[in-house]
């Protein structure tokens, strides 16, 4: 299908456009009520085409209705209005425009309008509180992307477990193979974001991080140390001030995943916990062994 694959945010003089990310998914939650189902739409932009401001954040965005049932066949043509982010019905708010913190897309349509098997061309737009505005100033926003549909309620079938020698058995999940043990006394989690054909290669990896010490307890600290100055601007719009004893970093989770892209590097996120942060996140980013970047998520 032929689409742009973008994402458009106009406020006053602003235009801001994002590519998509490849693809979105629509699923749904069977029976959420007697023959009644909650269909689900996950949407996350990529990046600026044109317009960006240094530290532009990234916009991904959740959508949900109620079907009597949801039918994927029916879905071309259709036109779903959501009016607003709450809803009485569901009593919970059924949108969110996720953009640097969590905003209501109010007068949201959404069309389905061409389709080719599992894949579906939606376009969408709705409209959201600007946060840079000064008073109640309105975004108006504009998706036009390709979903998949994606099953979620038959169960799957998991692998058995593998054994990675020197690094411990790997259980398939959803998502990843998952496997826990110790990173230099941290209690841990290795999770390889793999298909079949590229769980050797991960595991490979994993194998050179815990028995060869590629990147170590220390280098991880060393470059939280180093990216921290980066995260400046977040911690003066958030009104925190970074005195972070940087020893008391922990990794808790080690995720591995190959780049999307065609140089098919290995991507390592090392997931960490503060005992001051309580319960923000922290993920440290390497590319082939390099660090390109630390980020912080506040949790409020």
Same mark, same amino acid.
């Given at each position: 299908?032929?689409?742009?694959?973008?994402?458009?945010?106009?406020?006053?003089?602003?235009?801001?456009?994002?590519?998509?990310?490849?693809?979105?998914?629509?699923?749904?939650? *069977?029976?959420?009520?007697?023959? &009644?189902? *909650?269909?689900?739409?996950?949407?996350?932009?990529?990046?600026?085409?044109?317009?960006?401001?240094?530290?532009?954040?990234?916009?991904?965005?959740?959508?949900? +209705?109620?079907?009597?049932?949801?039918?994927?066949?029916?879905?071309?043509? =259709?036109?779903?209005?959501?009016?607003?982010?709450?809803?009485?019905?569901?009593?919970?708010?059924?949108?969110?425009?996720?953009?640097?913190?969590?905003?209501?897309?109010?007068?949201?349509?959404?069309?389905?309008?061409?389709?080719?098997?599992?894949?579906?061309?939606?376009?969408?737009?709705?409209?959201?509180?600007?946060?840079?505005?000064?008073?109640?100033?309105?975004?108006?926003?504009?998706?036009?992307?390709?979903?998949?549909?994606?099953?979620?309620?038959?169960?799957?079938?998991?692998?058995?477990?593998?054994?990675?020698?020197?690094?411990?058995?790997?259980?398939?999940?959803?998502?990843?193979?998952?496997?826990?043990?110790?990173?230099?006394?941290?209690?841990?989690? &290795?999770?390889?974001?793999?298909?079949?054909?590229?769980?050797?290669?991960?595991?490979?990896?994993?194998?050179?991080?815990?028995?060869?010490?590629?990147?170590?307890?220390?280098?991880?600290?060393?470059?939280?140390?180093? =990216?921290?100055?980066?995260?400046? +601007?977040?911690?003066?719009?958030?009104?925190?001030?970074?005195?972070?004893?940087?020893?008391?970093?922990?990794?808790?989770?080690?995720?591995?995943?190959?780049?999307?892209?065609?140089?098919?590097? &290995?991507?390592?996120?090392?997931?960490?916990?503060?005992?001051?942060?309580?319960?923000?996140? +922290?993920?440290?980013?390497?590319?082939?062994?390099?660090?390109?970047?630390?980020?912080?998520?506040?949790?409020?």
């Amino acid at each position: 299908m032929d689409c742009p694959n973008t994402l458009t945010i106009r406020s006053g003089k602003r235009t801001t456009v994002f590519a998509m990310k490849d693809e979105g998914e629509i699923w749904f939650r *069977q029976n959420w009520k007697p023959k &009644i189902d *909650q269909v689900v739409v996950n949407l996350e932009a990529d990046g600026v085409i044109s317009g960006g401001v240094e530290y532009q954040p990234i916009p991904s965005i959740i959508l949900s +209705w109620l079907d009597s049932p949801f039918d994927l066949d029916g879905l071309l043509g =259709r036109s779903i209005h959501i009016p607003q982010s709450y809803d009485e019905v569901q009593q919970d708010h059924v949108t969110d425009f996720y953009y640097d913190e969590h905003l209501d897309l109010d007068d949201v349509h959404i069309d389905f309008v061409e389709r080719d098997g599992k894949r579906l061309r939606v376009k969408v737009i709705g409209k959201a509180i600007d946060p840079e505005a000064t008073g109640p100033d309105l975004m108006d926003i504009e998706i036009d992307t390709v979903i998949r549909f994606v099953d979620r309620n038959t169960p799957p079938v998991f692998q058995p477990p593998r054994i990675v020698e020197e690094v411990g058995t790997f259980n398939q999940t959803e998502y990843f193979w998952k496997c826990e043990r110790e990173f230099e006394g941290c209690p841990i989690v &290795i999770r390889l974001s793999s298909s079949d054909d590229s769980f050797d290669k991960l595991a490979s990896y994993a194998r050179s991080l815990i028995t060869q010490k590629q990147i170590s307890l220390s280098v991880i600290r060393q470059d939280i140390r180093v =990216r921290l100055s980066e995260l400046k +601007w977040k911690f003066d719009a958030f009104h925190v001030t970074p005195d972070f004893d940087v020893d008391d970093f922990c990794p808790d989770t080690f995720t591995i995943c190959t780049s999307d892209d065609k140089m098919d590097s &290995i991507h390592l996120y090392v997931f960490l916990t503060h005992p001051a942060s309580g319960t923000d996140n +922290w993920i440290l980013r390497y590319a082939d062994g390099e660090c390109y970047s630390l980020e912080w998520i506040p949790d409020r």
